[in-house]
């Protein structure tokens, strides 16, 4: 009888477990999302008459989608913050903390009164209630991503990277789902109430996402790493701030990483949530035709994310993730024509085919922006250059798509154009930056330049 030695035992238990800790990475950040998304839908269709009435339509959204980028500019400081004590204290331990984050401000949003209530006070609750969602997802992202990544073998990095990364399309498909449900309420009695059971609802799914995620081991690159600096030795303040160390070391993976997501998250939300707001004011359709139309693509992005995960693993990041920059510049003009001809199944067609250039990039993000960094700081890294992204790409792109078409009467090729501009800098950014698939997640972190070299961001280990 053949007994397993002292390298295959970890291997084996390893391999039991992944499903588990990707099961749970999905689910919880698939709540988060839902808490998210949410708001954006609420923003695209309502909020501008609860919250911001005395604006006209086109203003009063204009404002909506102001407070929904308030959301993205929280993002980095939870990134950041939640990057510190993830690498300090461990992956496992910040996840539930971000999820009550998010479920206790979606949950008080649902109980908001009106402008007509309380006036100006609002509009102000709603924006500092956001600011709450986005602190909250700005922690939560780096930590479930790395959660499912460094429990990975190295070969399927890139397929179980890719299932906290379901979780976007998940929450939206719930949050759109739910939504659409309530909107079909007699407009009055969805005005009154309708709209604020989805929001409430929250509070069922957080608890179902705590109650996954405390039964989950804590990354096994990182328990390397804490054993490997058990010993007392000597450190600088870098050591201590792992923010101050990433920054530092990575600069320019950071800025890279930064720049990749410009077209994925900025395309995402124009054709998710920016479409909502164009097929309803400006083409005068129907609120459930175009939630609808969302919901039914993004189905399709649940199984497209993992596929091109999974074809990340066999040809690598950059090639994929290249391919999808490439798709999101083609459609940008085909996009709107489109969603004009006011056909239910040419929008479904426009956003799905949206959605799958989106999943290109999306699919492997997670392990590649992984990858970049060492174990020290990979927490703080790769929070850093995903959140800092989302304040100027999917933050703003609503609202600038919005102020584009406001400008040109409601005629879309400025958006068009605004899109086909987020993809060349994707384009460049993954073109410049180096493959990662092949590389080990447990190799040390980098040790700072000496000499002044620090600011050169030369690439000194593969992950």
């Known amino acids: 009888m053949t007994v397993p030695n002292a390298s295959q035992a970890p291997e084996q238990a390893q391999h039991t477990n992944i499903w588990k800790v990707a099961a749970a990475s999905f689910i919880g950040t698939a ?207 870098g050591e201590k701030l792992p923010i101050l160390e990433v920054l530092r070391t990575y600069p320019r993976q950071i800025l890279l990483a930064m720049g990749a997501r410009f077209a994925e998250n900025g395309f995402f939300y124009i054709v998710t949530t920016f479409v909502l707001t164009y097929g309803t004011e400006q083409l005068k359709l129907d609120k459930a035709t175009m939630l609808n139309g969302v919901l039914a693509a993004t189905t399709v992005h649940l199984v497209a994310i993992p596929a091109f995960g999974a074809l990340s693993d066999v040809v690598g990041r950059r090639p994929v993730y290249l391919g999808g920059a490439v798709g999101c510049a083609l459609l940008a003009f085909p996009f709107f024509w489109l969603i004009d001809t006011r056909s239910t199944a040419l929008i479904v067609v426009a956003i799905s085919l949206g959605i799958i250039a989106h999943a290109a990039m999306y699919g492997p993000q997670a392990s590649f922006f992984s990858e970049l960094f060492g174990t020290r700081v990979r927490y703080s890294g790769a929070s850093l250059g995903y959140q800092m992204a989302s304040v100027f790409a999917g933050g703003l792109s609503p609202l600038t798509a919005t102020f584009l078409l406001s400008r040109t009467g409601g005629k879309p090729w400025p958006v068009s154009l605004y899109m086909v501009g987020l993809a060349l800098v994707t384009l460049v950014s993954v073109y410049l930056s180096a493959e990662t698939f092949r590389g080990h997640l447990t190799e040390p972190a980098p040790k700072a330049p000496a000499d002044g070299a620090a600011g050169t961001g030369e690439r000194r280990e593969v992950a």
């Open 31 to 237: 709540v988060e999302w839902y808490d998210f998304f949410l708001y954006g839908t609420a923003a695209a269709l309502i909020f501008n008459r609860l919250f911001f009435p005395s604006f006209d339509p086109l203003m009063g959204t204009l404002a909506a989608f102001a407070t929904f980028a308030v959301g993205f500019v929280a993002r980095p400081l939870g990134g950041i913050i939640f990057g510190h004590f993830g690498d300090k204290l461990g992956r496992k331990s910040m996840l539930s903390a971000t999820l009550m984050i998010m479920g206790l401000a979606t949950f008080a949003i649902g109980l908001l009164p009106t402008y007509e209530t309380v006036g100006v006070w609002a509009p102000i609750l709603l924006v500092l209630l956001r600011i709450l969602q986005g602190f909250g997802l700005g922690g939560e992202w780096g930590g479930a991503v790395l959660m499912a990544v460094e429990h990975a073998p190295a070969h399927r990095r890139g397929f179980y990277g890719s299932w906290p990364q379901m979780g976007a399309p998940a929450g939206l498909l719930v949050a759109n789902a739910v939504f659409s449900v309530f909107s079909r309420l007699p407009e009055e009695q969805f005005v009154s109430w309708g709209w604020r059971v989805p929001f409430l609802f929250s509070a069922v799914l957080i608890g179902i996402g705590v109650f996954i995620r405390v039964s989950v081991a804590e990354s096994p690159a990182f328990r390397a790493q804490q054993a490997a600096h058990a010993q007392p030795k000597a450190g600088g303040a």
